[in-house]
């Protein structure tokens, strides 16, 4: 057994209420590692023969929650949600800070794999080796943080009851979905702790579809034993380090760059991408902290970094409103994005968003997209059940996020997310809106645009991402870039927050895996062959793709639109990406990660990475 | 801060609390060898989201936990004014968590002893990442004749305290 896991899975068919262990071999172990990696895996050797015909929302899809060997031990914990995604029909790696995989590990599990679906609402409790699927009637409905109390006073109270000499017993981790996960919106997240989400991919939308409310762990036991305690304590010293004397992210978390992506860097959304500059310096950090913050630093299982604040609005019209102030992403999705700029209204919503368990970035795209159709008369008031979805108007923007939460009305349309719903609207205006979508294969690009080029991401980065618009997972050369999908990979899959490694040295992260584990990984040998061939997986099952969308690469490896018009204002106006040009890297990027000039991973890479069965079932769409 | 040995108190500003265990995980290396959360004699209690503190011994000037043991498993370090566990003698009756004020003892969770804070011999290392963090929830001060008993509060309690200082009216609903 390798060092650093608990050594068994939970697997948890919710149709036959049947639980089991199941361990998986150390060779996988060792290529896949966990989280993302070991996510591609288990979903390309189970499900992979039939990955056109399954339905993401049906009960043949499975939910994985996974661990890494890093997690609890890298400073910053975190747990992978994975499983086919409802809006790329590929696999997205989504991970969410918290306590939740530290509890599980210590509960003797390196993860659960729910399959099936159960046809009354439950959620799973798991006290160590005891695993309980409960009836979940009582919590079905309710919002983010009724959910969490409920939850957390009943599980409490049953560790009470079973175990009264134990003293007083702390809240268990607890993952949940808002009422937009029970009504499968494909925009819904996988949660905790109120404001923490799983966002990309989808995957509240396929805890709902199992009738899966929560999963909740209360694990006893140590973490696992490694392979060096005497490094790992080392280890965790120079990254805590690091951080503390580096500050990144630490005094404003990402919070400082809802006004500076746009006044520096020109590559904020603002109604809806149409430009990318702004100087409000209404959005100032200094405006949130002094305003809204009542707490400077949260933060997660060992995180030196805490770069959560917490706020809350005490007066005025958004009185009530509690939620993290708005890291970058909310700032920009629920502020700019809507034409927004004042940090009690961006609050408001970045809570309303948590309360109703969405995504922030992809629900702060599909409601800016509205938006836009509103400006252009494209779609009406009419067609917006009455809503005045003006640039701005906060009212009107919370309205329509209840809506596509409970799939009311105008909300069941845009509940499908801004590729689906842009497919839809086109069909009922009978003309192309797509021009107005800004994604990726169905998943909605994050805060950071291309145009001015003086941000992080490359152009070809979302065009070929195996994430999409997932910012958190770009396409990237050289491959051994820190931006690169590849790179990152490795965080997501080792399972830790990857805020905490921005100064330390490259190969910090190796040693520290082997610390733990016992085993040797260099960077190289993790790019090539570990990473790549985690990479043809998941690219894989992106292009196999179904049952209601497929991705042809000749189309859909490609910028939105409207990163071909040129940027309306600022100092980088008149900045545009060339086609190209684009075109062209997208070339150098299938060159280097094997792929053919259609962008299918060639025969022959396959092969020297021991992916026959890959091979064949591209064989089709060559 | 105190240097030479003398009787030892941890103040502690709840309110400040990041929620990022860093005290869990040198209290359980310390004492334990291992990161184990369950067995830290400091323990983060989360009840409501955003509302985290840390939970641990109060050293009462009366020490009811020690009168109330049955087994004389408790006693009070002259050093540091600690409470310290007789790991053989204790036979994990748990009353003394119930003449806790602030229910704070708490049973190892594999082996049948309690866990209650022993002031790491005057150098505790919860202190010490706290600091090293910045976020100084925990500063070691001399042990004066303050009322430190007032400090010994179930966790709910202190939760309903935390939730109106920090999200005021808002805060009572959440509870």
Known sequence: ?622 | MPTKKEPIWIARDLAKCSGCRKCEIACSLFHEKRIWPEASRIRVFMLVPGLDFPHFCTQCEDYPCVGACPVKALSISKETGAVLVDKDKCVGCGQCIDACPGRIPHMHPTENYILICDLCRGNPQCVKVCREGGWNVLTKVSRKEQAYKLYARKPEEITRDLAIKIYGEQGERLL
Request: proline fraction near 5%.
């Open chain 1, 1 to 622: 057994m390798i060092l650093g896991y608990a050594g068994k899975f939970l697997e948890v068919d919710l149709s036959t209420k049947k639980v089991k262990e199941i361990k998986f071999s150390d060779d996988i172990l060792k290529d896949y590692i966990g989280g993302r990696g070991l996510a591609a895996k288990i979903l390309w050797d189970r499900l992979g023969s039939k990955w056109s015909e399954i339905d993401p929302l049906g009960p043949e899809n499975l939910l994985l929650f996974l661990t890494g060997p890093l997690t609890g031990f890298f400073p910053g914990g975190r747990i992978c949600v994975s499983g086919k995604s409802p809006q790329s029909n590929g696999v997205v790696g989504s991970t969410v800070a918290g306590e939740f995989g530290v509890e599980l590990k210590c509960a003797g599990y390196d993860g659960i794999i729910v399959t099936g679906a159960s046809e009354e609402p439950v959620y799973l409790f798991v006290k160590d080796s005891e695993v309980e699927i409960r009836k979940a009637n009582h919590i079905w409905g309710k919002d983010a943080k009724q959910t969490v109390s409920k939850i957390t006073k009943e599980c409490r109270e049953l560790l009470r009851e079973r175990f009264p000499r134990k003293g007083e017993w702390r809240e268990p981790s607890i993952l949940y979905i808002g009422p937009a996960g029970e009504n499968k919106v494909r925009t819904a997240v996988v949660a905790a702790k109120w404001t923490h989400a799983a966002g990309y991919g989808g995957y509240g939308a396929v805890m709902g579809s199992k009738k899966l409310k929560a999963v909740a762990v209360k694990g006893t036991g140590p973490l696992p034993e490694v392979a060096d305690m005497k490094s790992v304590k080392r280890l965790m010293q120079s990254v805590c380090k690091d951080v503390y004397e580096s500050e990144l992210w630490r005094r404003w978390g990402t919070g400082a760059a809802g006004y500076e992506v746009g006044a520096k860097t020109s590559s904020e959304p603002i109604r809806n991408w149409q430009e990318e500059w702004h100087d409000e310096k209404s959005f100032g950090v200094d405006q949130f902290e002094n305003r809204v913050w009542v707490k400077p630093y949260w933060g997660d299982f060992g995180c030196p970094t805490t770069c959560l604040k917490i706020a809350a609005v005490k007066t005025g019209r958004f009185k009530g409103a509690i939620t993290d102030n708005p890291d970058y992403e909310l700032q920009a999705y629920l502020g700019p994005n809507l034409g927004i700029f004042t940090p009690e209204e961006n609050v408001f919503l970045a809570s309303l968003i948590d309360d109703l368990g969405l995504c922030g970035i992809q629900t702060g795209n599909v409601l800016g997209f509205a938006a836009e159709l509103f400006q252009r008369g494209i779609l009406t008031k009419e067609d917006l059940d009455g809503l005045e979805l003006r640039w701005g108007n906060t009212e009107a923007f919370a309205a329509l996020a209840r809506k596509i939460a409970f799939r009311e009305g105008i909300g069941n349309l845009l509940a499908e997310g801004t590729y689906r719903a842009a497919l839809k609207i086109g069909e009922m205006k009978r003309m192309d809106v797509l021009a107005y979508a800004v994604q990726s294969k169905g998943i909605g690009i994050g805060a950071h645009g291309i145009r001015s080029r003086k941000d992080y991401p490359e152009t070809y980065s979302y065009a070929c991402s195996v994430q999409g618009g997932d910012h958190t997972s770009t396409a990237c050369l050289p491959l051994d870039d820190f931006r690169s999908e590849l790179i990152m990979t490795f965080n997501d899959s080792a399972v830790y927050c990857y805020f905490n490694i921005f100064g330390i040295p490259r190969n910090l992260k190796f040693e520290f895996y082997r610390a733990v584990t016992g085993i040797e990984l260099t960077q190289e040998e993790w790019l090539n062959p570990k990473a790549l061939r985690i990479l043809q997986l998941q690219r894989a099952m992106l292009l196999l793709g179904g049952p209601d969308l497929k991705w042809n690469p000749k189309i859909h490896d490609a910028n939105p639109p409207r990163f071909y018009e040129p940027l309306p204002s600022g100092p980088y106006k008149g900045k545009t990406v060339d086609r190209a040009e684009v075109e062209k890297e997208i070339l150098n990027y299938y060159e280097a990660v094997g792929w053919d000039e259609n962008g299918i991973p060639k025969t022959e890479n396959l092969k020297k990475l021991e992916l026959d069965d890959v091979d064949r079932a591209l064989e089709k769409l060559r």
